[in-house]
Structure formats: C-alpha cells, structure tokens
C-alpha cells in the first residue's frame, strides 16, 4: 500500500487466493469473449451461485493484469471508493493520479461523478496500451449511494478498449446501468447461467471420488446451485453425499434433506 493510503484496508483489493477443483469451461469461455466483444461484465446472482469463485477463476486464466476491488458498505462515500480504486489500479503500476481524482470528487458539485469517471479514464488511456481487468466485487453494497449511476453510466462507453470492467453483485444495478447491455456496452451473466448443469456437477463429484449417480441426486435436489452442490460433496467422511443417496434410492417421494 502506497504511503498516505495507510488507511485502507489491503484485503479489499487483493484477488482471493482459492481456485475451484473443476473450472466451468463454458462459463470461462463466455468471459473471455466478453473482453473483446464488450466494455463490461456484470455476474449477477444470490449468495452461493459461485460469483467469486467463477471470477478467481477467470482471473487465472484472463491472461491479463488484474485489479481487484472488494466493495463494503462503507464505500458509498465517493471519496473512499476513488481510494480504493486508485489503490488496486497502482498495485499494478498503473499511474493514477489519486490526489487529483479526490480533488475532483470534493470540488465539484454538479456531475461530480460523471466527471470523476472521465477524468479516471483520461488516466487509463494515458497508460502503456496493455490489457487490463478491473473486478469490483459485490457492488450492489453500494447501490443507493447517488454517484453510482452517474459515475459508471460515464465510464464504461468510455473504458480504452484493451480495458474490461467485471463487476459481481446480488441483484442487477439500476436500470439505467445494465440497458447499457442492448448497446452491446456490456453482457450480464444472470443466476440461470451460474447454476451448475448436470455434466459440471458430475466432473466435480468425480474429484471427490463420487459416483454419477450421487452427482445426479444432488444436482437435482440443488437445482444447480454452486453452494448447496458443495455441500452435499464437503461433509466429513462424505456423510451429507453418501447419506442424500441412501435416502433418495429408499424414498425417492421423500421430502429432501434439510441441511
């Protein structure tokens, strides 16, 4: 962390360190050809439909510098979030000018934020021509703070085209962000195409040395959903998978296990 930024709390802009046991290649394919086909991703989706982890793994496999950004509640002050993301963008040496970015988000009192995105963009384009990804974790924590529109409604037909956004949340942002997708600005990945379908949900049963016919119960009983699909494979000994097979196979009318 760069002095003056003492405190911010590092955690925040570093890339979780944890990677799937299988990557959903259909979904890593769509990301990818997100980055050249669009300025930005939105992952939409509820708790445990595997946003983060989707987005460790694509961060893997981008090919690209990355910078992450984990949003908090706190952040809906304009002022704290430029921090924030100034501070991920200088870890990987790009020359963002934070004390001007402050300066404009503090000055400026009409389309504040709307000039806060141009002037950020200025700095990025100012760059070496290299690919970037910037991921801003769980923006809907921020929602209801009033620059959001402005500010991210300005920057993505703005962003250089080598420059891709990904932002994850657990509901879609405003209307006027993601209608940005019919100008084929942005492409939103929505909670259908997070669940796990069946031939992903036997790969990794398969890590665990689990048989497709379990793989099948618990897909079925998830409906696809990442977390719940992990649980029904994490459970010491594999009681939760071993036990879901044992009472479907007795009772396939009874009600599912309540975990």
């Not at 709390?9 to 979780?16: D, M």
């Not at 893997?60 to 950004?69: D, F, N």
């Not at 704290?80 to 402050?102: G, H, N």
Request: hydrophobic share 45%; net charge neutral.
């Amino acid at each position: 962390m760069k002095k003056g930024n003492e405190h911010l709390i590092h955690e925040k802009i570093i890339a979780p360190n944890s990677y799937p046991r299988v990557s959903r290649l259909r979904l890593l394919k769509l990301l990818a050809e997100n980055l050249v086909s669009c300025n930005g991703t939105i992952i939409n989706g509820r708790a445990g439909t595997g946003k983060t982890t989707l987005t460790t793994d694509f961060v893997r496999h981008a090919g690209r510098p990355v910078s992450w950004y984990k949003v908090d509640a706190a952040d809906r002050d304009l002022r704290l979030f430029c921090e924030y993301l100034s501070a991920t963008l200088q870890q990987q040496r790009i020359p963002i000018d934070a004390q001007r970015l402050l300066q404009i988000s503090e000055t400026v009192e009409s389309d504040r934020a709307a000039l806060l995105a141009e002037a950020f963009v200025f700095q990025l384009s100012e760059r070496k021509p290299e690919p970037l990804l910037i991921v801003i974790e769980d923006l809907h924590l921020v929602y209801d703070a009033e620059w959001v529109v402005p500010f991210f409604r300005r920057l993505l037909p703005l962003l250089p085209v080598n420059v891709h956004l990904l932002i994850t949340c657990r509901c879609l942002p405003p209307a006027p962000l993601w209608r940005l997708r019919s100008k084929q600005m942005l492409r939103v990945v929505e909670e259908s195409e997070l669940a796990f379908n069946l031939e992903e949900a036997i790969a990794l049963f398969e890590t665990y040395e689990l048989g497709e016919e379990t793989a099948r119960i618990a897909w079925h009983r998830a409906n696809g959903r990442a977390a719940m699909i992990a649980e029904f494979t994490g459970a010491p000994g594999r009681s939760i998978a071993d036990s879901l097979l044992t009472r479907t196979l007795t009772s396939l009318s009874g009600p599912a296990p309540d975990f």
